[in-house]
């Protein structure tokens, strides 16, 4: 039996070239599934960054000095005073998020009071060093942060069992 929750998550993701995007759709689906309503946004840079990406100097300036670039939302500017809890899913970009996710948790996320973080990469990477640069984003780490790094992405049992601390802390928050 499904239980039907009346409340909203929304994810807010940028993905560059789809690892992202896939473990959002795993994620959404299994909140679908629960009952649970998902509003999903797509954050993207206003002017896309070129490949070969670990050469563009625009992705290192962003990434590392600025902490953020021009964004736009796919649908739209998410309504986060709407969301129960939020999601920022980002790749790993240098060690850290992917520009448009830092700009996203500067602008919009200062007050939001159930964030998680799910970050992809290829190497396993530091949660807590996530957790420390969000909290220089917006002011307060992130309830619950997970990465899912190369080894594991393509192995559904891994990436669900990843992911089931995700699910059990969202049910949590809207119980
Ligand atoms: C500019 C750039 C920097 C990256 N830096 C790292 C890194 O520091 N550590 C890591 O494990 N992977 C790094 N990666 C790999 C991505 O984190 C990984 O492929 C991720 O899953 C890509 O997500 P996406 O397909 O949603 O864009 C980097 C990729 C790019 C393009």
């Excluded at 736009?72 to 998410?78: H, K, L, N, Q, T």
């Excluded at 602008?107 to 990477?125: D, G």
């Excluded at 060093?129 to 559904?156: F, H, Q, T, W």
Aim: glycine share 6%; proline share 5%.
């Amino acid at each position: 039996m499904v239980v039907r929750i009346a409340s909203k998550i929304c994810i807010v993701y940028y993905s560059r070239t789809g690892n992202t995007e896939y473990i959002v759709g795993i994620i959404r689906r299994a909140l679908n599934d629960a009952g649970i309503e998902v509003d999903t946004y797509r954050v993207q840079p206003v002017r896309e960054y070129s490949k070969p990406l670990h050469l563009n100097p625009r992705v290192l300036f962003d990434t590392l000095m600025r902490g953020g670039t021009t964004t736009m939302f796919d649908p739209g500017e998410p309504a986060i005073e709407q969301c129960s809890a939020v999601i920022a899913a980002s790749p790993i970009w240098m060690g850290t998020l992917a520009p448009p996710v830092q700009e996203f948790l500067r602008k919009y996320t200062a007050s939001v009071r159930h964030l998680i973080v799910v970050t992809t990469s290829v190497l396993a990477a530091s949660c807590s060093k996530i957790k420390r640069r969000v909290e220089k984003l917006r002011g307060a780490e992130p309830a619950l942060c997970v990465n899912i790094d190369g080894s594991m992405i393509r192995d559904r049992t891994k990436v669900d069992s990843i992911l089931s601390s995700v699910i059990g802390r969202l049910k949590d928050i809207l119980r």
